[in-house]
């Protein structure tokens, strides 16, 4: 990956497939039920830790094996299969919870999962015509997901919120600091996954 040290910091940290992992942080800072159960809190953040090591390596296994140029999956032909794959672990992850009665799921969580489903299938098809970037996608996932639980529980929690707002931002900024997309496609991106997610988990409720 080329271009400034800051950008690729800030695309490496605000990967999509780390924002599953920080979404359900900051589920966990505004549900009073994740809150008052720690021990399904690191239940949820196991499972979505094995989902993400999983979906890494076989992308990792992809690269090496010539089905995509690089990690970052730059040429729009190339993304379908491998955002696929992804796509079928995260389904496997939300049949898994939502199918689990040992342990109590917040309606929530399930709606966040679902909203990661619905959002990467979407951009699955998109991406056929449009390179909608991933990064901005996942990035607005969790704004929407801040958003709709705000509407949920009667409150804005603004600080958290702007706190996303503003990363998504920097994320954003990142992607066009390494020419890896247009604005075009980041605004996008952001725009359809914070719809995705927010649509899913107010629906969840």
């Known amino acids: 990956m080329k271009g400034p ?29 994740l809150q008052a159960h720690p021990a399904s809190f690191l239940y949820f953040g ?44 995260y389904s496997m992850t939300l049949y898994l919870v939502a199918s689990d009665r040992s342990v109590h799921t917040p309606p929530e969580f399930v709606g966040m999962l679902l909203g990661v489903v619905v959002s990467i299938a979407g ?40 706190f996303w707002i503003a990363a998504a931002g920097l994320i954003g900024a990142s992607r066009l600091a390494l020419q890896a997309h247009t604005e075009r496609e980041i605004y996008a991106g952001f725009l359809w996954g914070a719809l995705a997610m927010y649509g899913c988990v107010l629906l969840s409720a």
């Open 5 to 33: 040290l800051w950008a690729r910091v800030v695309s490496t940290v605000g990967h999509p497939l780390l924002m599953p992992l920080y979404t359900l942080a900051t589920l966990f800072a505004l549900n009073d039920f």
């Open 46 to 89: 196991f499972i979505l830790l094995v989902n993400t090591l999983g979906a890494a390596i076989s992308l990792y296994l992809l690269f090496r094996r010539g089905f995509i140029g690089d990690l970052e999956i730059r040429v729009r032909a190339q993304r379908t299969w491998p955002f696929t794959l992804v796509l079928a672990y």
């Open 123 to 162: 951009g699955i098809v998109v991406t056929r015509w449009f390179k909608l970037s991933m990064h901005a996608m996942a990035a607005g996932g969790v704004v929407g997901a801040v958003f709709a639980l705000g509407q949920i529980q009667f409150t804005s929690h603004f600080p958290i919120l702007a």
